[in-house]
T-cell receptor
């Protein structure tokens, strides 16, 4: 399977704990995006990378959130001191390059903060 | 700022009925792309179609067809002879080509097709 993969698929954590999600984009895709989706809503943009450079961050990405893509391949999204409001589906997508506007999504990581 | 509106929250049809999902968008940019994605219960967003703002030609792919009308800022999606497997949430999305390339999604329309 050469699609976008995400790990874990589900994560249950207690409020205040830190969590980290991983995303592996489609091979050779330069751009990688993170979105958050809450129940009944469409995905909302969080941040994106061009290779290893983080080019844009949404206002939704508070100081407790940090994302990295150290070698321009996989990416991690970390949430520190989780809050119940962080409960959502976290989606990762990738696209070939800056001229390719089709984004291909992974299966998502569903986070539940208790 | 961009905005995508999908006024239909949920649509229920019986198998073999035709159904149209509405999408209205707002942008001040003249160059943009419109998309439709399907999100089945498994959660993964599946890309269906991309349409360039300069190409208003309608498109048909099997039972799916799309009607893009710039005059009304709409990009509607029709499923002909719906099937149970079409049950999913469908999202319309917009991306402008200037600046950073991030998708703006609508809230989605849940389609329930019953046998």
């Amino acid at each position: 399977d050469t699609g976008v993969s995400q790990d874990p698929r589900h994560k249950i954590t207690k409020r205040g704990q830190n969590v980290t999600f991983r995303c592996d984009p489609i091979s050779e895709h330069n751009r990688l995006y993170w979105y958050r989706q809450t129940l009944g809503q469409g995905p909302e943009f969080l941040t994106y990378f061009q290779n290893e450079a983080q080019l844009e961050k949404s206002r939704l990405l508070s100081d407790r959130f940090s994302a990295e893509r150290p070698k321009g391949s996989f990416s991690t999204l970390e949430i520190q001191r989780t809050e119940q409001g962080d409960s959502a589906m976290y989606l990762c997508a990738s696209s070939l390059n800056s001229n390719s506007y089709e984004q291909y999504f992974g299966p998502g990581t569903r986070l539940t903060v208790t | 700022a961009q905005k995508v509106t999908q006024a239909q929250t949920e649509i229920s049809v019986v198998e073999k009925e035709d159904v149209t999902l509405d999408c209205v968008y707002e942008t001040r940019d003249t160059t943009y792309y419109l998309f439709w994605y399907k999100q089945p219960p498994s959660g993964e967003l599946v890309f269906l179609i991309r349409r360039n703002s300069f190409d208003e030609q309608n498109e048909i792919s099997g039972r799916y067809s799309w009607n893009f009308q710039k005059s009304t800022s709409s990009f509607n999606f029709t499923i002909t002879a719906s099937q149970v497997v079409d049950s999913a949430v469908y999202f319309c999305a917009l991306i402008i080509t200037a600046g950073y390339s991030t998708l703006t999604f609508g809230k989605g329309t849940m389609l329930l097709v019953s046998p």
